[in-house]
C-alpha cells in the first residue's frame, strides 16, 4: 500500500492564481481531511469529508474548496491564491472502525 | 467548540533528561486521544493513543501517557530522552462521535541536546 499520498510536493503561486492539491489514500478510508501547518499554530482543519460525495468545513475553510467523487480521492482547490495561504498542507485518512489518522507527506505551497 | 491546549512551545533537554509535556482538551463528553510526533523534514507519525480502559498508555520509543479525566489531561512522558526525539509533538482529540474530526494543539517543540 502506497498510504497517503499528495502532490505536488512544492509549490509556488502568484496571489490570484488557482490551483489543485491532489490527495489520494489506498485504505479504503472513509474519511479524509485537509490539514495546514503554520508555525506556532499547529494543524488546523480546513475541510474533511466522512464519504463520498459528503464534506464539511472544518475551522479555517476560506478560500478552499473541497469534492470527494471517489473514495480515494479529496483534492483541494485553492480559488484564488492570497500569501496568507503559504503554508504547508497534510492530507489525513482513517477508516470508520479506526480512530487512528494517517497522514500523507505534505505539500509545501508558497504564494508570493 | 472543542479545544486542545500545549502548555509549553519549546522545551530543551539535555540527552538522559526526563520529559513531561502537558496536554489539556475542553470538551465534556467522551473523547479520544491521540499524541502524534512529527521529526525535522517528515510528516506525523502516530506515539501512542488512548480510546478507553487503562488511562496509562504506552507508546512507541519508550513514551508514554496518563490521561485524568477529571483534568481533563493527557499528558506526555518519556523517563530518558534521546537526541532522536527531537522534533514536534502534537496532542489531538477527537469526540467519541461519529464524523467528527480531529482536533490538534498548537505543538511543542523539543529540543535534545547530546
Known amino acids: 500500500n502506497a498510504g497517503v499520498t499528495q502532490t505536488p510536493k512544492f509549490q509556488v503561486l502568484k496571489t490570484g492564481q488557482s490551483m489543485t492539491l491532489q490527495c489520494a489514500q489506498d485504505?479504503?478510508?472513509?474519511?479524509m481531511s485537509w490539514y495546514r501547518q503554520d508555525p506556532g499554530m499547529g494543524l488546523r482543519l480546513i475541510h474533511y469529508?466522512?464519504?463520498?460525495?459528503?464534506?464539511d468545513q472544518g475551522e479555517v475553510p476560506n478560500g478552499y474548496n473541497v469534492s470527494r467523487s471517489t473514495t480515494e480521492d479529496f483534492p483541494l482547490r485553492l480559488l484564488s491564491a492570497a500569501p496568507s495561504q503559504t503554508s504547508v498542507y497534510f492530507c489525513?485518512?482513517?477508516?470508520?472502525?479506526?480512530?487512528?489518522?494517517?497522514f500523507g507527506p505534505g505539500t509545501r505551497l508558497t504564494v508570493t | 467548540a472543542q479545544s486542545v491546549s500545549q502548555h509549553n512551545h519549546h522545551v530543551i533537554l539535555s540527552e538522559a533528561a526526563s520529559l513531561e509535556l502537558g496536554c489539556n482538551y475542553s470538551?465534556?463528553?467522551?473523547?479520544?486521544l491521540f499524541w502524534y510526533v512529527q521529526y525535522p523534514g517528515q510528516h506525523l507519525q502516530l506515539l501512542l493513543k488512548?480510546?478507553?480502559?487503562?488511562?496509562l498508555v504506552k507508546g512507541i520509543k519508550g513514551f508514554e501517557a496518563e490521561f485524568i479525566k477529571s483534568k481533563f489531561s493527557f499528558n506526555l512522558r518519556k523517563p530518558s530522552v534521546q537526541w532522536s526525539d527531537t522534533a514536534e509533538y502534537f496532542c489531538?482529540?477527537?469526540?467519541?462521535?461519529?464524523?467528527?474530526?480531529?482536533?490538534f494543539g498548537k505543538g511543542t517543540t523539543l529540543s535534545v541536546s547530546s
Open positions: 470538551y465534556g463528553g467522551t473523547v479520544n
Open positions: 485504505m479504503n478510508h472513509e474519511y
Open positions: 489525513a485518512s482513517r477508516s470508520v472502525t479506526s480512530l487512528v489518522q494517517y
Open positions: 489531538a482529540v477527537t469526540p467519541n462521535q461519529a464524523g467528527t474530526a480531529l482536533i
Open positions: 469529508s466522512v464519504g463520498a460525495g459528503i464534506t
Open positions: 488512548y480510546f478507553s480502559g487503562d488511562p
